[in-house]
């Protein structure tokens, strides 16, 4: 039992280090651009930058919720469709079980999807 828990200490141990180095990667070079980086400050790189076009207006206009309404909506499906590819790999190895799930899963989404266009969150008005 012992030797199990030192094994598994050994298997951790190269992640560790490989977290240390990309930590002492980050951090070095965080100390180093500030720095060595250029320090002067003037009234034109303070400005807003956007995509060379001139600043027009304010940049706190309101505008309609339904567009962060529809872009949340588009990840939490397109995140929900990631899962469908590990199950696509082990399709066959899953077998019958597996699919039932898949269309559990699917069902689910189904649901959630009539449950948002019946409260009218996608329409436009």
Known sequence: MVLLATSNLETFL???FMFIIALGFIVTSMIATHALGPKKKSAVKAEPFECGIEP???ARTPFSI???LVAILFVLFDVEVIFMYP???KFKTLGLA???EMFMFMGFLVIGLLYIIKKGALKWE
């Open 14 to 16: 190269p992640i560790v």
């Open 56 to 58: 027009i207006g304010n």
């Open 66 to 68: 339904k567009y962060f």
């Open 87 to 89: 199950w696509a790999v």
């Open 98 to 100: 597996g699919l039932i």
